[in-house]
């Protein structure tokens, strides 16, 4: 430290941040530097969920419904797609075999389920050592082997001595139609209509406009892979990602999708994400490369704006989530239940925020700044002094760090709370949305 220069530290903290001033005196000249960083310290539970310090002297926890994302999974791909041919690199060396929950799956998920059993014990909502009677809660997944197994893994830890069964209404392999983001209805006016609104979200240049705000982003995935030395590239087959080959299909009764470089792009910047998640050597998550938090954050942001394309157009959102919406109507309007944890994708996630008009975002400490590996919608009823009910959304999810050090989450390390808001859903002064209101908004679009 400089003799000749006095230094003062200053700790400001508030729910989110810390601020450091340092005033660097000399005899010519003031200094003041102001670094912001996220807050390390703990804080109270409701100081975690952005409520004020009074809020539970007038609001009582009464219910919980949960849309669960799977946990980390191993890429869908096989070992003899395409995906396994664009790169000279050898992928991670899966514990799972495709498109199932990895053991590190497993045991964030556990981690995830003890962190809400501390925090609805802390609310009053449920006992320590729970087991509750079968009308009070529900735990209800696609039927994948990945969905299941998140969901039997979240309530062991939740509750570890309930034996909970997970529902599901289809063979194991079988999508759900409840969580299977399908088209429904497909006709030429709807696909006039979708194509109006993809088209806008390409800008001037339309469809191929989609894949060029992505052109970045692929080069930096191309230079990962070193796809101009993979097997794909000596053939013949494809030794970049190309922005003017995107297809969309709407087919009833089938996932809207896209064709040409976007989606084997999506599929690569998938997995590489997720041998992110898994490999804890950062060179070798990387293939060689070092990746700045800023250059993975690029990487994934390919598969977001894949999802964002295909899932979050208005007119597909809502009829691809109405399923789901009704569904989670329904335990809104339950008298007895409790806790439900419903788990899909990230697809389901984003179509039903999507659906239900949300404000715009961006979430924190994750490389997934969307709908994070994990993530739940965790959508709270509480009810005031008067008896009146009231509605809270958040999503919460482990950040990316805590994914990857497989960090221990309790009431102290809590994993990342950011609250929801909806066009047209005014919050009180507590951050909370009349029931009433949050449900007529959830028919409205569900009879849209």
């Given at each position: 430290?400089?003799k000749?220069v006095?230094?003062?530290?200053?700790?400001?903290?508030?729910?989110?941040t810390?601020?450091i001033?340092?005033?660097?005196k000399?005899?010519h000249l003031c200094i003041?530097a102001i670094?912001t960083?996220?807050a390390?310290l703990?804080?109270?539970?409701?100081a975690q969920?952005g409520h004020?310090?009074d809020f539970?002297?007038?609001?009582t926890?009464?219910e919980?419904?949960?849309?669960?994302?799977?946990?980390?999974?191993?890429?869908?791909?096989?070992k003899?797609?395409?995906?396994?041919?664009?790169?000279?690199?050898?992928?991670f060396?899966?514990?799972s075999?495709?498109?199932?929950?990895?053991l590190?799956?497993?045991?964030?998920?556990?981690m995830?389920?003890?962190y809400?059993?501390k925090?609805l014990?802390?609310?009053?909502?449920i006992?320590?050592?729970?087991i509750?009677e079968e009308?009070t809660?529900?735990?209800?997944a696609n039927?994948?082997q990945?969905?299941?197994?998140t969901?039997q893994?979240?309530?062991?830890?939740m509750?570890?001595?309930?034996?909970i069964?997970?529902e599901?209404?289809?063979?194991?392999g079988r999508?759900?139609?409840?969580f299977?983001?399908?088209l429904?209805q497909?006709?030429?006016?709807?696909?006039?209509?979708?194509m109006?609104?993809f088209?806008?979200?390409g800008?001037?240049?339309g469809?191929?406009?989609?894949?060029e705000?992505?052109?970045?982003?692929?080069?930096?995935?191309?230079?990962?892979?070193?796809m101009?030395?993979s097997e794909a590239?000596?053939?013949?087959?494809t030794?970049?990602f190309h922005?003017?080959?995107?297809?969309?299909h709407?087919?009833?009764?089938?996932?809207p999708?896209l064709?040409?470089?976007?989606?084997?792009?999506?599929q690569?910047?998938d997995?590489?994400?997720l041998?992110?998640?898994?490999e804890?050597?950062?060179l070798?998550?990387?293939?060689?490369d070092?990746?700045t938090?800023n250059?993975w954050m690029?990487?994934?942001?390919?598969k977001?704006?894949?999802?964002d394309?295909?899932f979050?157009?208005?007119?597909?959102?809502?009829?691809v989530?109405?399923?789901l919406l009704?569904?989670?109507l329904?335990?809104?309007?339950k008298?007895?239940?409790?806790?439900?944890f419903?788990?899909g994708?990230?697809?389901n996630?984003?179509?039903?925020?999507?659906a239900?008009?949300v404000e715009e975002?961006?979430l924190?400490?994750?490389?997934e700044?969307?709908t994070?590996?994990?993530?739940k919608?965790?959508?709270?009823?509480?009810?005031?002094k008067?008896?009146?009910?009231?509605t809270?959304?958040?999503?919460?999810?482990?950040?990316?760090e805590?994914?990857r050090?497989?960090?221990?989450?309790?009431?102290?390390n809590p994993?990342?709370?950011?609250p929801i808001?909806f066009?047209?859903?005014?919050?009180?002064?507590?951050?909370?949305?009349?029931?009433?209101a949050f449900?007529?908004?959830i028919?409205?679009?569900?009879?849209?």
């Amino acid at each position: 430290m400089d003799k000749n220069v006095s230094y003062m530290i200053i700790f400001v903290a508030d729910i989110e941040t810390i601020t450091i001033f340092q005033v660097m005196k000399t005899s010519h000249l003031c200094i003041i530097a102001i670094l912001t960083i996220y807050a390390l310290l703990p804080t109270s539970v409701s100081a975690q969920n952005g409520h004020p310090a009074d809020f539970h002297e007038r609001y009582t926890l009464k219910e919980v419904v949960v849309l669960s994302r799977h946990n980390i999974r191993s890429p869908i791909s096989g070992k003899r797609s395409t995906l396994m041919r664009i790169t000279p690199h050898k992928w991670f060396m899966w514990s799972s075999a495709p498109g199932e929950l990895s053991l590190r799956g497993g045991v964030l998920e556990t981690m995830m389920g003890q962190y809400f059993r501390k925090w609805l014990v802390n609310e009053g909502l449920i006992d320590e050592h729970e087991i509750p009677e079968e009308s009070t809660i529900r735990f209800y997944a696609n039927s994948l082997q990945r969905t299941v197994a998140t969901a039997q893994f979240f309530s062991s830890g939740m509750l570890p001595l309930a034996n909970i069964h997970i529902e599901r209404h289809c063979d194991i392999g079988r999508m759900d139609p409840v969580f299977n983001p399908q088209l429904t209805q497909v006709d030429e006016k709807f696909r006039a209509d979708a194509m109006k609104q993809f088209e806008a979200m390409g800008g001037e240049n339309g469809l191929n406009g989609i894949s060029e705000k992505m052109s970045e982003n692929f080069r930096l995935l191309e230079e990962v892979l070193d796809m101009s030395q993979s097997e794909a590239c000596r053939n013949g087959a494809t030794c970049c990602f190309h922005t003017d080959d995107l297809i969309i299909h709407l087919v009833q009764n089938r996932e809207p999708a896209l064709g040409g470089s976007f989606r084997l792009a999506c599929q690569a910047a998938d997995a590489l994400v997720l041998q992110y998640y898994e490999e804890a050597d950062d060179l070798k998550a990387s293939f060689g490369d070092t990746l700045t938090t800023n250059e993975w954050m690029k990487i994934s942001e390919i598969k977001d704006w894949y999802g964002d394309v295909l899932f979050t157009a208005p007119i597909v959102a809502r009829q691809v989530a109405r399923p789901l919406l009704q569904t989670i109507l329904d335990e809104l309007q339950k008298d007895d239940r409790k806790f439900t944890f419903l788990c899909g994708h990230d697809s389901n996630i984003g179509s039903v925020l999507a659906a239900l008009n949300v404000e715009e975002y961006l979430l924190p400490q994750t490389i997934e700044r969307k709908t994070p590996i994990g993530a739940k919608l965790v959508i709270e009823k509480w009810e005031d002094k008067e008896g009146q009910n009231f509605t809270c959304v958040r999503l919460v999810y482990q950040s990316t760090e805590q994914l990857r050090q497989m960090s221990l989450l309790d009431l102290d390390n809590p994993p990342v709370s950011f609250p929801i808001r909806f066009n047209g859903l005014e919050p009180n002064a507590d951050g909370l949305v009349p029931l009433e209101a949050f449900l007529q908004h959830i028919e409205t679009v569900i009879n849209n």
